[in-house]
T-cell receptor, first 118, second 114 residues
Framework: AQKITQTQPGMFVQEKEAVTLDCTYD???????LFWYKQPSSGEMIFLIY??????QNATEGRYSLNFQKARKSANLVISASQLGDSAMYFC???????????????FGKGTHLIIQP | EAGVAQSPRYKIIEKRQSVAFWCNPI?????LYWYQQILGQGPKLLIQ????????DSQLPKDRFSAERLKGVDSTLKIQPAKLEDSAVYLC????????????FGPGTRLLVL
């Protein structure tokens, strides 16, 4: 079973509209971290936002917010007032619970290609 | 502050040849990661270093891939011999310490194996 599922391969959104990118995850451990990264065509992965499984409030960073629904294992990214520069691939990722030794590589979903139209 | 540096940015080789990628993490970052991103997929962790020691290499194809971080700073990832399915973007990332919130990624090396 996939640990991170992003069901939207691509999305077209009008500029200035809000957009929600879906992400569901699978883990049986209560301690984990969830991340969203943006990857423009240049290829670099840009960190957007982080949510810890024990965080009481949904994370926010400027125009980005994370709609964290723990019982549904959902961590959707919301971008408010979209801009042309938001066009990129967006990846949801999970850091597994600490298993000792410091291993904390991220497990990524397949991504959503977001295109903002003028 | 300078970001994660990688070189080369692009590499084209023929199958069965060798190739090496270089990564210089952000200054002071103890943890370094190599990820492989095949076209149309998310990155997959290959190996994680903490200083100059390997923390996790469970997904590294050790029959052909090797990586080192001898002085706990720069790292090299080598493929020998390369196969067609190794065509991918190889991303290096670093973080201040293990379990930090943010892993900072470099621009990646795009490898094409013909």
């Amino acid at each position: 079973a996939q640990k991170i599922t992003q069901t939207q391969p691509g999305m077209f959104v009008q500029e200035k509209e809000a957009v929600t990118l879906d992400c569901t995850y699978d883990t049986s451990d209560p301690s984990y971290g969830l991340f969203w990264y943006k990857q423009p065509s240049s290829g670099e992965m840009i960190f957007l936002i982080y949510q810890g499984s024990y965080d009481q409030q949904n994370a926010t960073e400027g125009r980005y917010s994370l709609n964290f629904q723990k019982a549904r294992k959902s961590a959707n990214l919301v971008i408010s007032a979209s801009q042309l520069g938001d066009s990129a691939m967006y990846f949801c990722a999970m850091r597994e619970p600490y298993s000792g030794g410091g291993a904390d590589g991220l497990t990524f979903g397949k991504g959503t290609h977001l295109i903002i139209q003028p | 502050e300078a970001g994660v540096a990688q070189s080369p940015r692009y590499k084209i080789i023929e199958k069965r040849q060798s190739v090496a990628f270089w990564c210089n993490p952000i200054s002071g970052h103890a943890t370094l990661y190599w990820y492989q991103q095949i076209l149309g997929q998310g990155p997959k962790l290959l190996i994680q270093f903490q200083n100059n020691g390997v923390v996790d290499d469970s997904q590294l194809p050790k029959d052909r891939f090797s990586a080192e971080r001898l002085k706990g700073v720069d790292s090299t990832l080598k493929i020998q011999p390369a196969k067609l399915e190794d065509s991918a973007v190889y991303l290096c990332a670093s973080s201040l310490a293990s379990r930090e919130e943010t892993q900072y990624f470099g621009p990646g090396t795009r490898l094409l194996v013909l």
